[in-house]
C-alpha cells in the first residue's frame, strides 16, 4: 500500500471528495469572511440598533448599520396634530433627555408663531436643558463603562441620574416622559422644594463624579480599549455632520449654545470642553467635562433667576392659567379655541436648532396658517452620527464594536423618529 | 478636577494594575457603607408629591355627582385617544353630565393634558401609581373607577391653583 505523509492526507481526502459524483466545491476554508448581524436585541447596541458586519476572522471589514427598528413615523403624525398635542411626542424621541427636548419643540413653535416666553420660563428652560444633558451623559459614561466591562461605573452614574429623575418627580410630576414645556413657556412655576433640590444636587454632584472617574480615569484596560480606537478627524467629522461632544471630541470647538446663543445663554459664562484625538476616550472626556460645566451653568441660573411669570401673555396662541379659565368667559373660549383648533401661527417656514445632550436637535416646521404644521422635519443628532459608523469601526475588532457605539451614544428613539 | 489619563501617559503604577485593582476595590468597599440610595418597593412604598401625575380620575363632589359637564374638552386634548365621553341632560344646575366616561388605561401617557384644558377642574391627575391589568377590557375604566370624591384630591387641586 501507497503510504501517504500527514501533509498529503488533507489533499487526498479533497480530492476523493471532489472525484466522485457530487455538486460538492471547496474554496479554501480559511479564507472566508463572515458576515455578522449585530442587533437588533443585541444588549450593546442601546436599543434597536442592527449592525451588518464582513468580519475577517474578528476584524471588521465593512459595516452597515441599519436603522428604523424603531421608527414611529414621528414627522407625518406631526402634521395630523396640534402643535400643542405634539409636546409629549418630542418625549419619546431622544428618551434620555425628554426636557431637552420638549424645550427645542416649545422654541421652534414659538419662533414659527412669533411667541416670546417670559424670562423666568427661558431660565427655568436652560436649568432643565442643562440637568438633561448630565442625566443623558450620565448614561453614556455609564453605558460605555460597562460596555468595556467595568459595571460599578454604570451603577454609581444611574444613582446620579436618578437624584435628577426625583428633581422632575417634583417639578413636573413625572420621572421620565417629562412634557413640562408649553408653547409659550412651561407648564407650571418651579415649586421652592424643586428649587432647592437643584441646589443640594449641584452641590453633591462633582464629588460623587470625581468617585465614578476615580475607578476608570487610571484604570488601565479600561483606556487601553478606548485609546486610539474609532477615531475620526476635524475634517471627515464634519463632513459626516457630527454635532455634539461628538464632534467636539474631534477637537472642533463647535456648540449651539455658543455659535447662535438662545435662551440667555449669552449671559452665561461657561467653557467648551473640546479634545483633539477624535477617539472613543477624547469623546467620554468631553461628556464628563461638559457635566462639569452644566453644573456650573445651573449655578449661575439659579442665582440670575428672576420671579415672574413663566407662560406668556398671549391670549390666541397660549393657553390661559388655569384659575382664570374657570372664572372668565373670555379664557374659557380661548381655551376651547386653542384646543380645537390649534394657535394658526403665521403662513411660513422655520428651522430652529438647540444643542441637545447628543448634537443639535433642529425642528424644520412648515405652517400654512393652520392649527397643525404642514411638515414637521426632525433633525435629530443620533441618526446623523450613526452615519459616521462604518467609517468608525473599519479595521477594528469585533469587542470594539461595542466601546465604538457606546462612545457615540445613539439613542435609537431619535435616530429612527 | 479629575485627573486624564491616556495610554502613554500611565505611571509604571497604573501600568502594573494591581495596586489599581486595590483602589477600585477599597472605592467600592466604601460605598456598602453609606446609605442606601434604593427604595425596597414593595415594601417601602413611594409616596408621591402633590405635582405628581398619577392616573386621571374624575372629580366627585360631596353630593356624589360628578364636576365632569361633558364638554368633550379632555378627549379632543389627549394626545393617545384614551378619553371616551358621552354626554346626557341632566336637571341639575350644569344641565349636561357625562352619561359614559372611560379611560383607556393602556393608551393614557400619563400627560396631564386632559386636566390642564378642562374648564371645571373635574378631571386631575391623582398619586395612583400601582396599575394592573390581565387583560384589556380590565384596562378601561369606567366612570365607577375614576370618581373619586374631592377631599382626596384637595393637595392635587390646590397645586394647580397655586402653579398652573
Ligand atoms: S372632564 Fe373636564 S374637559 Fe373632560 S368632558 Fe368633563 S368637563 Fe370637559
Ligand atoms: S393624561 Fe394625557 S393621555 Fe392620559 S387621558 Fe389625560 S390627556 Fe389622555
Known sequence: ?417 | MSVKRREKDLTLLEKIYIPEIVKGLSLTLKSMFKPKFTLKYPEEKFIPPASYRGRPVLVQEKDGHERCVACGLCSRVCPSLAIEVQAAETELEKERYPEKFEINMIRCIFCGFCEEVCPEEAIVMSKDYEMAFTNREEAIYGKDKLLVPVEQLQDRIDFLRKYK
Open chain 1, 1 to 417: 500500500m501507497e503510504r501517504v505523509t500527514k501533509e498529503e492526507v488533507p489533499s487526498k481526502i479533497l480530492q476523493a471528495l471532489l472525484s466522485t459524483d457530487s455538486d460538492i466545491s471547496v474554496d479554501g476554508a480559511l479564507e472566508n469572511e463572515m458576515i455578522l448581524n449585530m442587533g437588533p436585541q443585541h444588549p450593546a447596541t442601546h436599543g434597536v440598533l442592527r449592525l451588518l458586519l464582513r468580519l475577517d476572522g474578528e476584524t471588521v471589514i465593512a459595516c452597515v448599520p441599519e436603522l428604523g427598528y424603531l421608527h414611529r413615523g414621528y414627522e407625518k403624525m406631526a402634521e395630523n396634530m396640534t402643535y400643542y398635542e405634539f409636546i409629549p411626542h418630542t418625549d419619546r424621541l431622544d428618551y434620555l433627555s425628554p426636557m431637552a427636548n420638549n424645550v427645542a419643540w416649545a422654541m421652534a413653535v414659538e419662533k414659527l408663531a412669533g411667541i416670546e416666553s417670559p424670562a423666568r420660563a427661558q431660565y427655568i428652560r436652560m436649568m432643565i436643558t442643562e440637568l438633561a444633558r448630565i442625566a443623558s451623559h450620565l448614561v453614556a459614561i455609564g453605558a460605555l463603562a460597562m460596555d468595556v466591562g467595568a459595571l460599578t461605573v454604570f451603577l454609581w452614574t444611574l444613582r446620579e441620574r436618578e437624584k435628577i429623575l426625583d428633581i422632575w418627580d417634583i417639578l413636573c410630576g413625572a420621572r421620565f416622559t417629562n412634557s413640562y414645556t408649553r408653547i409659550g413657556g412651561v407648564a407650571n412655576d418651579a415649586q421652592p422644594e424643586a428649587l432647592a433640590k437643584v441646589k443640594w444636587f449641584i452641590d453633591q454632584y462633582e464629588p460623587n463624579l470625581d468617585e465614578c472617574e476615580k475607578l476608570i480615569n487610571t484604570n488601565r484596560i479600561f483606556i487601553e480599549r478606548l485609546d486610539g480606537v474609532g477615531v475620526i478627524s476635524a475634517q471627515d467629522a464634519i463632513e459626516i455632520g457630527f454635532t455634539g461632544p461628538n464632534l467636539r471630541g474631534s477637537g472642533v470647538e463647535f456648540d449651539l449654545r455658543r455659535a447662535t446663543p438662545y435662551l440667555f445663554y449669552n449671559e452665561i459664562d461657561f467653557n467648551i470642553p473640546v479634545y483633539k484625538e477624535g477617539d472613543c476616550l477624547a469623546r467620554y472626556f468631553v461628556r464628563a467635562d461638559e457635566t462639569r460645566e452644566s453644573i456650573k451653568i445651573i449655578r449661575q441660573v439659579l442665582d440670575k433667576m428672576p420671579q415672574g411669570e413663566v407662560l406668556a401673555n398671549s391670549p390666541k396662541k397660549v393657553l390661559p392659567k388655569k384659575t382664570e379659565i374657570y372664572s372668565k368667559m373670555e379664557e374659557l373660549i380661548h381655551d376651547f379655541m386653542i384646543v380645537n383648533f390649534g394657535i394658526n401661527p403665521p403662513v411660513g417656514e422655520v428651522y430652529s436648532a438647540v444643542e441637545n445632550p447628543k448634537g443639535e436637535l433642529g425642528f424644520y416646521l412648515v405652517s400654512n396658517g393652520e392649527g397643525r404644521p404642514w411638515k414637521c422635519k426632525i433633525r435629530s443628532p443620533s441618526m446623523v452620527n450613526l452615519q459616521a459608523l462604518p467609517m468608525l469601526v473599519k479595521g477594528h475588532m469585533v469587542s470594539d464594536v461595542v466601546a465604538i457605539i457606546g462612545s457615540i451614544d445613539p439613542v435609537m428613539g431619535e435616530a429612527d423618529k
